[in-house]
């Protein structure tokens, strides 16, 4: 199959079972890949270090938009759509909606990969 499925370094894993070499231990069974890399602590620090900037911007976010509380199965705002300044970035527009048929909310900030979530 061409342009099928490959790895970060471009090994073909179009085989069954072809991806375990890549997975970490015990995953990948003795199957090991000699291009495989880990990464280092510098990096998985600063994962996790944008992963809690994420997690924060989105909680700032969330409390914001009406309904997103404990309340979600209450109607008050189910069908209504509204915007307001974003205070993660400072600079873009989060215009969030929720579908009137369940509550469910879509929003996201204008500016690119700022904010985003649909539940």
């Not at 309340?71 to 008050?76: A, G, L, P, Q, Y």
Request: hydrophobic content about 35%; proline content about 6%.
């Amino acid at each position: 199959m061409q342009g099928g499925p490959v790895c970060a370094i471009g090994v073909d894993l179009n085989a069954p079972g072809a991806a375990r070499c890549c997975m970490p231990e015990p995953a990948r069974d003795g199957f090991s890949c000699a291009r495989r890399e880990e990464y280092t602590d510098d990096e998985r620090q600063a994962w996790e270090a944008y992963r809690m900037r994420r997690m924060e911007a989105q909680a700032q976010i969330m409390v914001l938009i009406p309904g997103s509380s404990r309340d979600r199965k209450k109607r008050d705002h189910w069908g209504k759509t509204g915007a307001f300044g974003c205070p993660a970035c400072d600079w873009g527009i989060v215009k969030w909606s929720r579908a009137s048929t369940n509550g469910h909310l879509r929003a996201a900030c204008s500016t690119p990969g700022c904010f985003g979530v649909i539940e």
